[in-house]
């Protein structure tokens, strides 16, 4: 299906060329891509909507080549049809010196798919920005108007008017599929042309080091490009890092692509300096200038490594949130890498499970008394893409669980966190980055249980229509808070040294749980800012397992006949190994290393 949405794209792409063969299109989305690599931006409304894009001279040494020429239109891709010129609705538009100094306003009828539309007046290039975009008027229940690249957003590529009321430049949601036409006698001004820049970021390097990085590649002329050389210049270099970049499929005219590559950071150190990349060379031969790539990234020596923290909103009697909880599951068993999972029984109705710290975590939803469930947190931050911490229930499938998932997962690690415990006590130490000594951070530390029986403690929703026909045998009760061991619900006030440092001991208690399969201690750094929830994010979290009867140990995980294997449970409380049953087991299974729980003991699989 993928494929036949990419060929689909890419033939309308050339017959929209063919269709316009006297006129170059130039802009820094692919005219090509994937379906899923595109998202509509909207209200979601019966409001306009409106969409632009920067050319700047200033910046754009292609642009530069071209001054005193005519931008003669506007190429766009439009999610559907919107024939509005009679209402003096859906227009294409054209702004100079700042976004929102409108020169052209020109009333057209827009169809889905691209669209070619030539200004009445022709805009020519001086000193001042251009900016060039398309307006059209949303209505509830169609798709999205403006359609955006969602894999790399160049800067001030971005630009989203909704409602006519405020222009917001967009950093996180792509580059919208808005093209600048000229006449075809320019076209030797974009031959061996192309853009490049980092796309993963936020992302935490350290200084005057190599670092894998997700580099956005577009290419501006009509001959495809097999690889490129990129002068890249991270923030307190004194010279350029040369790379050569060689593309397994080649980077058709006017496409884009997103390859890993082998980056250099730069000298200076903080959490939002310059990376910049500039494409040199094209297929070996020396480049016409485009703009420079810039963006950012958080550049440290205190280079953690991110585990990310989910918090989901529950309740017993919550009909739908299982299925959240179901597909969320699938979600964390394919990411496969480091986790922690907690719970929160709040937010819709309070019930056995529920906690102070479930009920002092509600001013995430904004104050309301009455809350929606299932909802979900990632890392109390607020990803790319989205316009809030909280989330609620996506489609039903793992997908946009894993890609949130995958999102915070990249978010950079601003702190460290170790726990260590004994038959008594827990400490929770670690350091905070040296830029955040001295600020205002919080530590939280739980006691959690996982893998509590529905059988025991029953929940709503099970027997829905709509449910996974495995959702009762596989759903368990997770991440259930049963004790905080700080003195304020909501974290206690960090105290670090000079350094960084800081350690922390509780006293472990004695506390009767609901029946589950395994406890977890569980810490994590983060901020708190109830007046402004952007404000909020964790630094870092980490997690210990705990066992009644010590731990046991195998050193390949490969079960087979000769073992005695009773049912095996991760850390959040699925089942990964059953009771063997020659009818429904094969002779022998291999559990991946990480810590397990079996029979209430710890098993470390080494």
């Known amino acids: 299906m993928k494929r036949i949405a990419f060929a689909l794209f890419i033939l309308l792409s050339s017959l929209s060329a063919r269709h316009s063969l006297a006129q170059v299109p130039y802009g820094y989305a692919p005219m090509g891509a994937a379906e899923n690599e595109l998202s509509g931006l909207g209200g979601n409304k019966n409001e306009f909507v409106q969409g632009m894009v920067l050319f700047d001279p200033a910046s754009d040494p292609a642009l530069a080549r071209i001054k005193g020429k005519e931008i003669k ?57 251009i900016f060039l975009g398309v307006q059209a008027y949303e209505t509830i229940g169609t798709p999205y108007p403006l359609v955006a690249y969602s894999k790399a957003t160049v800067p001030q590529s971005c630009w989203v008017n909704l409602a006519k009321k405020s222009w917001e430049e967009y950093t996180d949601r792509g580059t919208l599929l808005v093209f600048a036409l000229f006449d075809e006698s320019l076209s030797s001004n974009f031959e061996h042309t192309a ?121 017993q009697r919550c009909i739908n949130c299982p299925q959240m909880a179901y597909f969320l599951d699938k979600a964390l068993e394919e990411y496969g890498d480091n986790y922690v999972y907690i719970s929160h029984h709040s937010g819709f109705q309070e019930d056995v499970f529920t906690t102070q710290p479930d009920r002092e975590v509600l001013y995430f939803f904004g104050g309301y008394e009455n809350e929606y469930n299932p909802a979900i947190m990632y890392n109390r931050a607020i990803l790319e893409g989205e316009s809030a911490v909280i989330q609620g229930i996506r489609d039903m499938s793992a ?57 025991r403690y029953f929940q709503k929703g099970m027997d829905d229509a709509d449910a996974p026909s495995d959702l009762k045998e596989v759903f368990r009760h997770n991440g259930v808070i049963l004790h905080y061991f700080t003195q304020e619900a909501i974290g206690d006030l960090l105290s670090t040294d000079s350094e960084g440092k800081y350690s922390v001991t509780y006293d472990l208690p004695t506390k009767e749980g609901f029946g589950g399969t395994g406890r977890r201690i569980v810490a994590f750094v983060h901020k708190v800012n109830k007046s402004k929830l952007s404000d909020n994010q964790v630094l870092n979290a980490a997690q210990s397992s705990l066992g009644t009867d010590g731990i046991i140990s195998m050193d390949n995980g490969q079960w087979t006949d000769d073992n005695e294997v009773s049912s095996v449970y991760d850390l959040s409380g699925r089942k990964v190994l059953s009771h063997r049953s020659p009818l429904t087991t094969p002779q022998s299974a291999r559990l991946p290393r990480g810590i397990y729980i079996k029979n209430g003991r710890k098993l470390v699989v080494r």
């Open 195 to 315: 853009y490049a820049q980092n796309t993963t970021h936020p992302q935490t390097v350290a200084p005057e080091r190599d670092f894998t990085g997700g580099l956005y590649v577009h290419n501006c002329s009509t001959e495809p490009i097999t690889s490129i050389e990129i002068a890249m210049q991270g923030q307190g270099a004194t010279v350029p890092t040369m790379r050569t970049i060689q593309f397994d499929t080649p980077i058709e005219a006017y496409g884009g692509t997103v390859v890993e590559a082998s980056l250099r950071s730069g000298s200076d150190e903080g959490t939002s300096v310059d990376w910049t990349a500039t494409v040199t060379k094209v297929n070996g031969t020396e480049a016409q200038a485009c703009r420079p790539g810039t963006t950012k990234l958080y550049v440290t020596f205190d280079n953690f490594q991110r585990t990310p923290l989910i918090e989901e909103f529950t309740s």
């Open 399 to 455: 997908e946009p669980y894993l890609a949130a998932l995958q999102l915070a997962s990249t978010m950079p690690a601003m702190a460290e966190v170790n726990i260590e415990e004994t038959t008594q006590q827990v400490t929770v130490s670690g350091r905070v980055a040296r830029d955040l000594v001295g600020q205002p951070l919080y530590l939280s530390c739980y006691l959690v249980e996982d893998g509590i029986s529905v059988d």
């Open 73 to 129: 239109g506007i190429r766009c891709y439009m999610r559907a049809d919107y024939k509005q010129k009679r209402q003096s609705r859906s227009a294409i538009l054209a702004s100079t010196g700042k976004v929102d100094n409108l020169v052209r306003t020109q009333y057209v009828d827009l169809t889905e798919g691209w669209n070619d539309v030539m200004f009445d007046e022709p805009l020519v290039i001086g000193d001042e920005k």
